[in-house]
C-alpha cells in the first residue's frame, strides 16, 4: 500500500517562498506519476501541479504557472513543490498524490500540510 507523507507547510508572508516535501513509500516510487493538489477553506480540491514518473514532465494549473515548480528525487522517494512569490489566495491545504503508471485516477494521498499565507 502506498503511503504519502507531506510536509514544510507554515504561515509565512505575502511574497515569501516555501518549499513543500512528500515521502512516498510502500511501492516502487517510479512507477508512480505524481501530483500535487490544494485545497483552500470552503473551496473544492483542486490540481496544482503534477509530474510523470521519470521527471521530464510537468504539468502546471495557470493559476501557479511561473510560481511553482514540481520536482521529484526518484533516488529519495520524494516529491517537491517550491513556490514563489506566495499570494493570499495561496492559503490552502496541500495534498501530494500518487497515479500509478497507466492510471486514470490518483489512488493514494497523503494527510495534507497547511500553507497560510498572511497579508
Known amino acids: 500500500q502506498v503511503h504519502l507523507a507531506e510536509s514544510g507547510g507554515r504561515l509565512v508572508p505575502v511574497g515569501a517562498s516555501l518549499t513543500l516535501y512528500c515521502a512516498f513509500s510502500?511501492?516502487?516510487?517510479?512507477?508512480?506519476?505524481m501530483g500535487w493538489f490544494r485545497q483552500a477553506p470552503g473551496k473544492d480540491r483542486e490540481f496544482v501541479a503534477r509530474?510523470?514518473?521519470?521527471?521530464?514532465?510537468?504539468h502546471y494549473a495557470d493559476s501557479v504557472k511561473g510560481r511553482f515548480t514540481i520536482s521529484r528525487d526518484n533516488a529519495k522517494n520524494m516529491v517537491y513543490l517550491e513556490i514563489k512569490s506566495l499570494k493570499p489566495e495561496d492559503t490552502a491545504v496541500y495534498y501530494c498524490?500518487?497515479?500509478?503508471?497507466?492510471?486514470?485516477?490518483?489512488?493514494?494521498w497523503g494527510q495534507g500540510t497547511q500553507v497560510t499565507v498572511s497579508s
Open positions: 498524490g500518487a497515479r500509478a503508471s497507466g492510471a486514470a485516477e490518483y489512488s493514494a
Open positions: 509530474i510523470s514518473l521519470g521527471g521530464g514532465v510537468d
Open positions: 510502500g511501492y516502487r516510487f517510479d512507477n508512480y506519476a
